[in-house]
């Protein structure tokens, strides 16, 4: 596993004992099952992730009360070969619902020729989450943008105690 | 900027502060909520959340006679390390998935 980047992105890859039809369909359909339990944004406890396998579909968590939270809108989905998901998910790890503010992030599944798949994934465009906070603060202005960073901040008031 | 973001990525080598950093993460804590759940003295939590803040990864605000730490929302070097930190974790955890799905449909 190797991870490098330039600014606004974080890239990293890793190879995989399994073909690249399969290495996408658990990365895609699959992806309850491998990802990390404390990275939800769900208020309540997580019954399932479901991914929404077509471009313009979405992926969204669904707690055990019936909540449903869509961090995600997938951009492309090319299988075996590439998946593009958005990132709706603020610095703050909360529902970010301005499609400005939010990164995406590439996947690409390359066949290895001994059984093996290169997965290589770039999480990009991070710069629009920061000016998403840098705007906030120019915005003084407009009632959304106080609002918003009202919002926020209380967010984190919360989650301090 | 560069000597900056590495500034961050030194402070996330060492493997106490990369704890402390990815528990402020998921929440915001007070110094003597993180010495409490760490195997890590109070005043040494305090040296290694200074580090944290002076590579720009995290900000404090005071609360009452507490300060509270978390991870600088303004920041993309924290950014960065934190989805580095993610995705490198979570492909680890797919390739397990993966593995385990292309063994048994073999």
């Known amino acids: 596993m190797s991870t490098t980047g330039a600014d606004h992105a974080v890239s990293t890859s890793i190879v995989v004992e399994a073909r690249p039809e399969v290495a996408f369909e658990v990365f895609t359909a699959g992806m309850g099952s491998w990802w990390p339990a404390d990275h939800h944004i769900l208020q309540g406890e997580l019954a399932e992730m479901v991914f929404e396998p077509r471009a313009g579909g979405g992926i969204y968590d669904r707690g055990t009360d019936g909540s449903e939270c869509r961090w995600s809108r997938v951009l492309a989905y090319e299988p075996p070969d590439r998946v593009v998901i958005s990132w709706d998910i603020s610095t703050s790890w909360q ?6 503010r939010t990164s ?9 020729g001994d059984g093996t798949t290169l997965v290589e994934l770039e999480h990009r465009g991070l710069e629009r989450h920061g000016e998403g906070w840098e705007g906030m603060r120019d915005a003084v202005g407009s009632p959304g943008g106080w609002q918003r960073g009202l919002q926020a901040f209380a967010g984190q008031l919360g989650a301090g105690d | 900027m560069l000597a900056y973001q590495e500034r961050a990525f030194d ?17 915001p804590k007070a110094v003597g909520e993180l010495a409490s759940e760490m195997p890590v003295s109070r005043p040494a939590v305090s040296q290694h959340l200074r580090v944290l803040k002076g590579a720009g990864l995290v ?4 609360a009452g006679n507490r300060r509270i730490y978390q991870v600088d929302p303004t920041g993309l070097s924290a950014l960065r390390a934190s989805l580095d930190h993610f995705w490198n974790q979570a492909l680890a955890s797919f390739k397990v998935a993966a593995e385990e799905i292309e063994r048994e449909s073999r």
């Open chain 1, 95 to 100: 529902l970010e619902t301005d499609p400005a």
């Open chain 2, 11 to 27: 402070a996330l080598g060492d493997p106490t502060r990369r704890d402390i950093f990815e528990r402020l993460v998921l929440r």
């Open chain 2, 59 to 62: 900000t404090d605000r005071p």
């Open chain 1, 104 to 112: 995406e992030v590439e996947v690409r599944f390359t066949a290895q």
